[in-house]
């Protein structure tokens, strides 16, 4: 169930879905709620050495991961347009298991900790410091869930906005920092496939 008051039509999940078209393959349906901002990802680019732009609803470059590979780390940079780091994400040689931090500057600006492994959900807590306890909740792998503040959303993920194969979204909540909420769902990615 979409997090901001987007639902699908009764029925509408067993009419064919029209091909896609150049323009409207990547760009997922408009949202509903006007005060939250919907982003576009690739599923599974956060890799050694790739280098991908995060993208908003109407598909224009808004942020850009720079995946480079620094002595003996993996490490994501989180930038603006203009170049400048704003976010990181450095594998640690000897991390601590179903963790990783999330770094502005060197300071740690998020924790995640994988919580909950079931079969169909799992849960993962996130600790931003002077922010508080976020918990993402759902299907991790599928990209069907929701990130939460005190039970409020801060973020949905979905696969189910677009046409295109390996894309989903992030809608971010008014209210929070949009790249660290997707900085989150890329660290939350890494650690589901680790």
Known sequence: MPLFGRRAARGAENQPAAPPTPSSATA??????PTATRYV???R???LGEDFDIKDEHNRPV???NGKALRARDTLLFEDTSGHELYRIQEKVARIRDTM???RGNQVAAAIHKAVITPM?????INVPGRGDYTAQGNILDHEYRIE???RPAAEVSMKWFRVRDTYGVEVAPGEDPLLMLAVTVG???LAHD
């Open 41 to 43: 990802m690739k599923q």
């Open 149 to 151: 503040k005190g039970g």
């Open 121 to 125: 959900r799992e849960r993962f807590d």
């Open 45 to 47: 680019l956060f890799a």
């Open 63 to 65: 942020f850009h991961v």
């Open 101 to 103: 931090n999330i770094y």
């Open 28 to 33: 997922p349906a408009p949202s509903s709620n």
């Open 188 to 190: 939350i990615d890494m």
